[in-house]
C-alpha cells in the first residue's frame, strides 16, 4: 500500500475543532502525520490547494434497491454515485425484496459491498418481518450479523404496541430505531405539500400534522422505553420543535434532515417536475427555514440524503402515478455548500459535523474524525468549483434528479478509503 501526501489544503475535522492549513501524510492505511508542512518524496501526492478535507462524509440513509431492483441501482452503482458524491460509509435502507429481514441477506449485502469495494455499506434491518408492520424480525440475529440500526423505512411502524416492543428490544442491543414518520391514513394519495401551492395547483396535498403525529407519538414511546430513537428525513417546523422539546426533557432522540428540504420549498412544484415529488414531501418556505434553524442549533443532528433512485420509465408516468423519491447522493455536499455555507448560514465545522462525526455516533461506527492513528477515510472537495450536472456525469444507474442540468458550486475531487483512492475526479476514476 503506496503512502499519499495531502498537500496545501484546509483541513476540518468536527471532532477536534481543527480548521486550519496543514499537510497530511497517509501510511499504511491510516493517517500517520497532520502538520504545517510535510515531505514524503516517495509518497503519491494529491495537490489540495484551495480545497478543503474532511473526514470521509456518512449518510445514514439511501436506498440502494439490492436486492430486488438493479434496474433502478445496484450496491455496485450506488457505491459509484457514493464516491463520488464524498461518502465513505452508506447505510442502506431495508425497503428492498425481499426486505433485509434476515440474516442471509444481511450478509449478501456485505459481501457484494466487498466484492466492489468502494465504500463501506451498512445496512439497517428491518424493524418487522417483511416490513409488514405486525411481527418484530430477530434483533440478535441481525446485529449479529451487522445490521447498524432497525427501521420499517417507507412505512411507519403504525401499531404503537408493535413499536413500543421493538424500542424496548433494541436497548438489548443499544441499536438505535429508525423511523418513518408519516401517519399513513393523513398522507393517503398526498402528491405534494397541503397548502396553498397544492391548492392552487389542484393536487392532493399531504399535511404537516401527519408527520407531526407520528413524531410525537414515537417521542412518547422512547421517552416512555429509555430507548434510542433516530427520526428520518424531518421536513416540518412543528416536527422540529417537537424533538427540540424532547432533548431538553432528555429522551434519547437522535434525526436527520435531507437536502432537498433546506435547499427548496414547495414553489418549486409548479413546474410539476415529478423529481420534486418525495416523501415527505418538501415543504413550505416556514419549514425550510425551520429546518435550517434546526441545523444550525442542533436539533437535527445529520444530514442524510434519503437517496431513492427511479428508472426513468416510472419516473415518466404521470404526476399522480409517478413514485415518490429523487437521487442524491452526488449533489448533496453542492446543496450544502451553496445553501447553508456560502450563504453563511453555518460554518464548515458546523456542516460537515451533520455529514461525519454525528453520523458515526449515533450508529456506532469508529469513523468520521480526523487525527493521527486513525483510519485514512478522506473527503476532499473544492469548494468553489462550479459543474453541471448531466446524464453522462451522474454515477447512479438511475437519473431522476430535479438538479439534471443545473450548475450547482461545490464539488468533490478525492475520496480516500482506508488508505486507498476510490475515487479521483482528476484522474476520471
Known amino acids: 500500500m503506496s503512502s499519499i501526501l495531502i498537500k496545501g489544503a484546509r483541513v476540518i475535522d468536527p471532532r477536534s475543532k481543527l480548521d486550519a492549513a496543514r499537510d497530511m501524510l497517509i501510511r499504511q492505511g491510516k493517517i500517520a502525520r497532520i502538520e504545517k508542512s510535510i515531505t514524503a518524496p516517495k509518497a503519491r501526492v494529491v495537490r489540495a490547494k484551495d480545497q478543503v478535507v474532511v473526514p470521509g462524509l456518512i449518510d445514514l440513509h439511501c436506498h440502494l434497491r439490492d436486492p430486488g431492483r438493479p434496474d433502478e441501482e445496484t450496491i455496485a452503482t450506488g457505491s459509484e454515485a457514493a464516491v463520488a458524491g464524498g461518502f465513505t460509509s452508506i447505510c442502506c435502507m431495508p425497503n428492498t425484496d425481499p426486505a433485509i429481514d434476515n440474516e442471509s441477506i444481511v450478509n449478501y449485502i456485505y459481501k457484494e459491498a466487498a466484492r466492489v469495494g468502494l465504500c463501506n455499506v451498512l445496512p439497517v434491518g428491518a424493524i418487522t418481518k417483511a416490513r409488514a408492520g405486525k411481527e418484530i424480525t430477530e434483533f440478535a440475529e441481525l446485529q449479529h450479523a451487522g445490521v447498524k440500526a432497525f427501521s420499517d ?137 425551520a429546518i435550517i434553524e434546526g441545523l444550525k442549533d442542533g436539533t437535527i443532528d445529520c444530514i442524510a440524503t434519503d437517496h431513492a433512485p427511479h428508472c426513468r420509465a416510472e419516473k415518466e408516468l404521470e404526476f399522480a402515478n409517478a413514485p415518490y423519491g429523487m437521487i442524491g447522493l452526488e449533489t448533496a455536499v453542492s446543496l450544502a455548500v451553496m445553501e447553508l455555507i456560502n450563504r453563511q448560514k453555518m460554518s464548515w465545522l458546523d456542516v460537515m459535523r451533520k455529514l461525519t462525526v454525528n453520523p458515526a455516533g449515533i450508529i456506532r461506527i469508529p469513523a468520521g474524525c480526523i487525527s493521527v492513528g486513525a483510519a485514512a477515510d478522506i473527503t476532499i472537495i473544492a469548494p468553489d468549483e462550479k459543474w453541471k450536472v448531466s446524464e453522462e456525469q451522474i454515477r447512479s444507474r438511475s437519473k431522476n434528479t430535479p438538479h439534471l442540468n443545473k450548475e450547482l458550486v461545490g464539488r468533490v475531487t478525492n475520496v480516500i478509503l482506508n488508505g486507498r483512492v476510490k475515487y479521483s475526479l482528476k484522474d476520471g476514476q
Open 153 to 289: 423505512d417507507g412505512d411507519t411502524v403504525a401499531d404503537s404496541s408493535v413499536l413500543r416492543h421493538a424500542l424496548e428490544y433494541s436497548k438489548a442491543f443499544d441499536v438505535p430505531i429508525f423511523e418513518h414518520a408519516l401517519d399513513k391514513e393523513l398522507a393517503r394519495d398526498g402528491l405534494m405539500n397541503e397548502g396553498l401551492v397544492a391548492t392552487r395547483l389542484g393536487l392532493k396535498g399531504s399535511p404537516a400534522i401527519a408527520e407531526e403525529l407520528i413524531v410525537a407519538r414515537d417521542l412518547l414511546l422512547a421517552g416512555f422505553t429509555g430507548a434510542r430513537l433516530h427520526v428520518c428525513h424531518v421536513s416540518t417546523r412543528g416536527a422540529v420543535e417537537l424533538i427540540r422539546r424532547a432533548k431538553r426533557e432528555g429522551v434519547r432522540v437522535t434525526c436527520e434532515t435531507c437536502p432537498h428540504y433546506f435547499y427548496f420549498n414547495d414553489e418549486v412544484l409548479e413546474s410539476l417536475d415529478v423529481n420534486f415529488k418525495v416523501n415527505p414531501p418538501i415543504r413550505s418556505e416556514v419549514d425550510r427555514q
